[in-house]
């Protein structure tokens, strides 16, 4: 399963920037609004250690990583959610990624236009929040005017959907985010249907100068960000998205020598990647054969089969077991063989939770 993040943000607060960084493409990135009219999607690799590591000891004739999607969409304004800017197209595109990034402005420069004539992250975040409220609360209400017809006829599905969606519709109206509240299982089932942008889960990403992402925690715009992220429960990474950009055309090799004399420990890309996974509850198993070494992304909580249809549909479909060691029993005994000697290879069947770092040959029949 692929991972979708949109990057968003106000005009010139460097999303094409970050953009152009992490997926190594060339869109345009002006300085002016709209530059970037249509989405822009980029597939990245996801690094993971352990992929190297179980090639040691199951020689492949390839090594497949997972892959994350990012999706950058062109900036957003005030009144975007009645059309300002484009702006009805650009929230469509939000509808259709798992998390959203937010990038915001923590740098001053004169040389760089801001639409809003001035560097002030907490005013940034509120515009492009609000935004997204405005047009949610048009998506709750179209549906209401709706289904409060039938609600009145005493169908049951009708007042529960009622319900759940008045219950949005209070919190919006107070400038809250539907991801605030708490649902049941039930009435997550109705929400998921309108793929609300406020009920995705949100990393606040603060751009900064180059001279001071090294330290970071003394940008005081970055302590802005941070505290608001803090209150309604988001994460926030700080990145230079110019270094990032520089970092890119580097070698694996030249990039841990320049993050060394940075003196920061990860990229932002590895950091929004392990946050995103985080936040998503997304975890990472593999498949292990002379042929390939493979990473695949699943969902945290998913059963054997479900993670087999990742694969193919029907692997799902006739899945008969799974035979399942994890990377570190591989760590420990050095081959497959040694694994089976030592009892540790397990065979699960279809009520196995698949767990991170498991190693999985499927078994299936169709």
């Known amino acids: 399963m692929a991972l979708t993040a949109g990057i968003v943000g106000l005009p010139n607060v460097g999303k094409s920037t970050l953009f152009n960084a992490i997926t190594k493409s060339k869109i345009e990135a002006a300085n002016y609004p709209f530059a970037t009219i249509n989405p822009n999607v980029g597939v990245v690799e996801v690094p993971d250690v352990r992929l190297g590591d179980i090639s040691k000891y199951i020689v492949p004739k390839k090594i497949i ?34 998390a959203i ?33 405005m047009a949610d609360l048009q998506t709750i209400e179209n549906r209401l005017s709706k289904v409060e017809r039938k609600a009145k006829t005493n169908d ?70 941070k505290d608001f992220a803090e209150k309604e429960n988001s994460q926030i990474i700080a990145i230079s998205a110019k270094i990032e950009e520089e970092l890119s055309e580097l070698s694996k090799e030249e990039k841990e020598l320049f993050l060394e004399d940075l003196g ?15 936040t998503l509850n997304l975890c990472t198993y593999f498949t292990a054969g002379e042929q390939e070494v493979r990473a695949w992304t699943f969902k945290k909580g998913m059963k054997a089969p479900e993670c087999a249809g990742i694969i193919h549909t029907d692997f799902e479909r006739g899945f008969i077991r799974a035979e399942v060691y994890s990377y570190d029993d591989l760590m420990t005994h050095k081959s497959e063989p040694a694994i089976r000697d030592a009892g540790r290879l397990r065979s699960e069947g279809k009520e196995y939770s698949v767990q991170d770092g498991d190693v999985i040959h499927f078994r299936f029949n169709v």
């Open 264 to 278: 920061i420990a990860s990229s932002g890309l590895d950091q929004v990647i392990q946050t995103a996974y985080k």
């Open 65 to 98: 990583p997972t892959t994350f999607e990012f999706t950058d969409i062109a900036g957003l304004v005030k009144g975007a959610s009645k059309g300002e800017g484009l702006g009805n197209q650009f929230l469509s595109h939000i509808r259709e990624v798992d």
């Open 101 to 133: 990034c937010h990038i915001v402005r923590c740098f001053d420069d004169v040389n760089i236009t801001h639409v809003e004539n001035g560097v002030d992250p907490l005013r940034d975040i509120e515009i492009i929040n609000l935004e997204l409220i």
């Open 156 to 225: 049951k599905e009708a007042i529960f959907e009622r319900d759940t969606l008045k219950k949005i519709q209070v919190a919006l109206l107070e400038e809250k985010p539907a991801r605030s509240l708490s649902f049941n299982k039930e009435e997550e089932k109705i929400i998921q249907g309108f793929h609300l942008l406020t009920f995705k889960s949100v990393i606040y990403i603060a751009n900064m100068a180059e001279d001071e992402i090294s330290s970071y925690q003394e940008n005081r715009y970055y302590q802005i960000v």
